[in-house]
């Protein structure tokens, strides 16, 4: 499964935006999609969001009420909608794919990485 990330970019606090990642050879057996973060210098934090085959969402404490996580399975597209930017969201944001459907928002239970892209919040 190849995960390509896009849509980052340099705004404002308060702004949104709306990440994307193609979901390249699809495959049924992967069970959990999610978005990470990670700052340089920083350990990559647990998952941002993530959503399983059933279409259920979760969503770090963090992002709570200013996220939403969508997956269009026509397209094959996962999308991360970030409202209510602060500048401590600024991070790189890594699209995940993993086997296990409960606990992917775990980094280690991620089987696939997209390479991330860009999201960077002025005050």
């Known amino acids: 499964v190849e995960l390509v990330e896009s849509g980052g970019a340099s705004l404002q606090a308060g702004g949104s935006l709306t990440l994307s990642c193609a979901i390249t050879?699809?495959?049924?057996?992967?069970?959990?999609f999610g978005w990470f973060r990670q700052v340089p210098g920083k350990e990559r934090e647990e998952a941002v969001a993530?959503?399983?085959?059933?279409?259920?969402?979760s969503y770090a404490h963090f992002v709570a009420g200013r996220a939403t996580i969508s997956k269009d399975d026509v397209q094959n597209i996962l999308y991360l909608q970030l409202n209510g930017l602060k500048s401590e969201d600024t991070a790189r944001y890594i699209c995940?794919?993993?086997?296990?459907?409960?606990?992917?928002?775990?980094?280690?239970?991620?089987?696939?990485w997209g390479k991330g892209t860009q999201v960077t919040v002025s005050p």
């Open positions: 050879t699809p495959r049924t057996d992967i069970k959990c």
């Open positions: 995940a794919a993993g086997y296990d459907p409960v606990y992917c928002y775990r980094r280690e239970r991620v089987n696939f």
């Open positions: 993530t959503i399983d085959s059933e279409g259920s969402a």
